[in-house]
Antibody, heavy 126, light 106 residues
Framework: EVQLMESGGGLVQPGGSLRLSCGAS????????MTWVRQGPGKGLEWVAN????????NYVDSVRGRFTISRDNSKNSVYLQMNSLSVDDTAIYYC???????????????????WGQGTLVTVSS | DIQMTQSPSSVSASVGDKVTVTCRAS??????VNWYQQKPGKVPKLVIY???NLQSGVPSRFRGSGSGTEFTLTISSVQPEDFATYFC????????FGQGTRVDIK
């Protein structure tokens, strides 16, 4: 059974830092891209970052680029999100999810997020 | 950047009704659209991937269609467990989500 478990959320002051962790089990972790998605209170979903299977490629949404860093440790089946220079706009539930690739002979590769963790709440407030 | 715009923002339906949710991309994204269902206080759940592929375990009353810039999620006969918010997502370059469409009971 695929399981993802986030941790590390909490209350932090504006300008502060926080490191989120996501432990994975039940699948070949090193064979999947992984991603972080967040959801502000009463808001929709926002993709935050993703990381390639071997950690050699990372992508970020513009609003966090330069402040957040995604990383992974395949020996620990874990993915991380280091968040620096936090602002109130970063207040959200942060979900980690497994990325699955789909190949179509006509259109090539696409990706989707097939398993999600329960999320961890990050609150940025003074 | 690719923008994903859903319509309507909410729709009311009775059990058994057909429900259609539309998602428009700001540029051609082939069939790189996914759909997720989220119930209040719950984790998002994948429903449709790559435009029209039904995720394992999802009932066949859910159907995804479209390509290019316009995509549709159709629930052929909405059931009580389907009342939720649905999000489309671009699945190739930006992974951007639409703003969501709430499907509630009339």
């Amino acid at each position: 059974e695929v399981q993802l478990m986030e941790s590390g959320g909490g209350l932090v002051q504006p300008g502060g830092s926080l490191r989120l962790s996501c432990g994975a089990s039940g699948f070949a972790f090193r064979s999947h891209w992984m991603t972080w998605v967040r959801q502000g209170p009463g808001k929709g979903l926002e993709w935050v970052a993703n990381i390639k299977e071997d950690g050699s490629e990372e992508n970020y949404v513009d609003s966090v680029r330069g402040r957040f860093t995604i990383s992974r440790d395949n020996s620990k089946n874990s993915v991380y999100l280091q968040m620096n220079s936090l602002s109130v706009d970063d207040t959200a539930i942060y979900y980690c999810a497994r990325v699955r690739r789909h190949y179509d002979v006509l259109t090539g590769y696409s990706t989707h997020f097939d398993f999600w963790g329960q999320g961890t709440l990050v609150t940025v407030s003074s | 950047d690719i923008q994903m715009t859903q319509s309507p923002s909410s729709v009311s339906a009775s059990v058994g009704d057909k429900v259609t949710v539309t998602c428009r991309a700001s540029q051609n994204i082939n069939d790189y659209v996914n759909w997720y269902q989220q119930k209040p206080g719950k984790v998002p759940k994948l429903v449709i991937y790559a435009g029209s592929n039904l995720q394992s375990g999802v009932p066949s009353r859910f159907r995804g269609s479209g390509s290019g810039t316009e995509f549709t999620l159709t629930i052929s006969s909405v059931q009580p467990e389907d009342f939720a918010t649905y999000f489309c997502q671009e699945g190739h370059k930006t992974w951007a989500f639409g703003q969501g469409t709430r499907v509630d009971i009339k």
